[in-house]
């Protein structure tokens, strides 16, 4: 039995929510979203609260059955709270700044890399200070912040994926805020 699935979901007061056959549709102040319902899932609004059901027990209609319920309590959140990574971005010379609708990373390579934003999501970056680097060296710290969970994950992935952190020696590169990298011996320190 799916327990998100059977689990109604509370709509908050600033929400207007609208829901037809094939899609769920929620709008606030900050803008509006949808998701499409798949077959074999029903969605019914009752008494401020949204309850998704399922039509048969097959194993396809089960897994999309939570998948829908979390997909609408996404959006929800999404609307009234958003959803925000940080990442830092640590090695000695290495820095991020927005520049207009891109963002521009100085981490290593000959050339900066400029990573466009997308338009329903907010980027900031910050120099960090010498003195709240840390034991890190936390160079700049970077804010990625909108209201699709989505895409907010993936375009901090993008941001990640420009440096992965160094498992040997130092560890620099560009990492989830709270994220721990091993450091592992190098060679020399293997055998000796």
Not at 50 to 59: C, F, M, P, W
Request: hydrophobic share 35%.
């Amino acid at each position: 039995m799916s327990r998100i699935g059977y689990t109604p979901i509370e709509i908050p007061e600033k929400l207007k929510v609208s829901i037809t056959k094939d899609s769920v549709t929620v709008s606030g102040d900050k803008g509006e979203l949808s998701c499409k319902i798949r077959p074999g899932i029903k969605v019914k609004k009752k008494d401020n609260k949204i309850l998704v059901d399922r039509e048969g027990d097959d194993k396809q209609t089960k897994s999309f059955h939570g998948l829908t319920a979390s997909l609408i309590n996404n959006m929800l959140v999404g609307l009234t709270k958003g959803y925000t990574k940080e990442l830092q971005v640590i090695g000695t010379g290495y820095s991020a700044e927005v520049v207009g609708p891109w963002l521009k990373l100085n981490v290593g390579y000959a050339h900066d890399i400029l990573l466009e934003i997308p338009e329903l999501i907010e980027v900031k970056a910050e120099a960090v200070p010498r003195r709240e680097q840390g034991h890190l060296g936390v160079q700049a710290k970077i804010t990625v912040h909108g209201i699709m969970k989505e895409l907010v994950g993936k375009f901090a992935a993008e941001i990640k994926k420009c440096r992965v952190p160094l498992n040997y020696a130092t560890g620099k590169g560009i990492r989830f805020k709270g994220e721990y990298v091993r450091i592992k011996p190098g060679k020399t320190a293997a055998t000796a």
